[in-house]
């Protein structure tokens, strides 16, 4: 039953995902706003977006439940590899469905949403039980989700950023940019969302240092000092954007590179325990 759960929820992700691509690609040709029937259809890709918004907290429901189920909560906390990948993708959607009700942000879905159906299949993979013993340690790891989660969502901001810059630097700024908001507002919602990633690093990093025995302990060296020159790079950052204001390529870049060591840190190091060495 829990497999065609996962089978369900990933529809109504792919099916979500679909529905913001067409959105987005109804404004490809270009449209004379004066044809009556243009302005019967001007709010089509809204009424799609919204739409979409509906069928995702639908799948959402449906991969909590079955997250929920993996990870034995509220009572244990399990989390091997496909699970902490589940997990971190329900946290991500969360957080996306959230800020989509505060700014236009649902073009993130298009790659959000895919990730989170192949993550909620892949949960019925078994690579062993990686149970996470006492409560400190759990608002330690609920911590680092979160961090994960919302900096995730700032490295496909950041994605797109690049590619509004680039269509804008070509003088091309039609098609489905026209859905989009400004330059100036995406880089904004980007940082955004990186200083609320880089508190929730900061954060987890402090209750790792408090909570565990030994944060450099061989199983765990690994992930505390990747974890930290991501948490450096975000830092220098922001504290970049903040002083110099840096922007475009070099936020792009950084973001990319912060989120890639991070990833590095936590799923890399549980690839090579769970899967390599078993």
């Known amino acids: 039953m829990s497999f065609i759960l996962s089978i369900l929820a990933a529809g109504l992700y792919c099916l979500t995902s679909v529905l913001l691509y067409r959105s987005l690609s109804n404004a490809q040709t270009p449209r004379d706003v004066s044809s009556p029937s243009d302005t019967d259809n001007s709010d089509v890709p809204i009424r799609r977006r919204l739409k979409a918004r509906w069928i995702a907290s639908a799948a959402l429901l449906i991969h909590t439940g ?3 189920q993996h990870t034995g909560l509220p009572q244990d906390l399990s ?14 959607v969360f957080l996306l469905i959230l800020l989509c009700l505060k700014q236009p942000a649902d073009y993130l ?25 006492g409560e400190a340690v759990q608002i330690h790891v609920f911590l680092s989700l979160l961090a994960y989660a919302v900096l995730a969502l ?37 940082f955004t969302l990186l200083s609320a990633g880089f508190g929730l690093l900061s954060l987890s990093l402090v209750s790792g240092f ?36 840096w922007r475009g390529k070099t936020a792009v870049k950084l973001t990319l590179a ?11 190091s549980k690839i090579v325990l769970e899967v390599l060495l078993k």
């Open 258 to 268: 912060g989120f890639a060591i991070l990833v590095l840190a936590y799923f890399g």
């Open 66 to 68: 079955i997250v929920v």
């Open 210 to 245: 408090f909570y565990l025995e030994n944060m450099f302990a061989q199983h765990l060296v690994h992930k505390t000092v990747l974890s930290s020159i991501g948490w450096a790079i975000f830092a220098v950052l922001i504290f970049g954007r903040w002083k110099f204001g």
């Open 79 to 92: 989390l091997p590899l496909f699970t902490a990948l589940a997990a971190t993708s329900l946290t991500i």
């Open 154 to 190: 700032a490295a496909a901001q950041a994605i797109l950023v690049s590619i509004q810059r680039r269509y804008l630097s070509k003088h091309k700024p039609g098609g489905f940019m026209r859905l989009l908001p400004p330059l100036d507002t995406t880089e904004d919602l980007l």
């Open 109 to 133: 879905g298009i790659a959000v949403y895919p990730i989170a159906a192949a993550s909620i299949l892949a949960i019925h993979v078994s690579t062993g039980n990686s149970q996470i013993v």
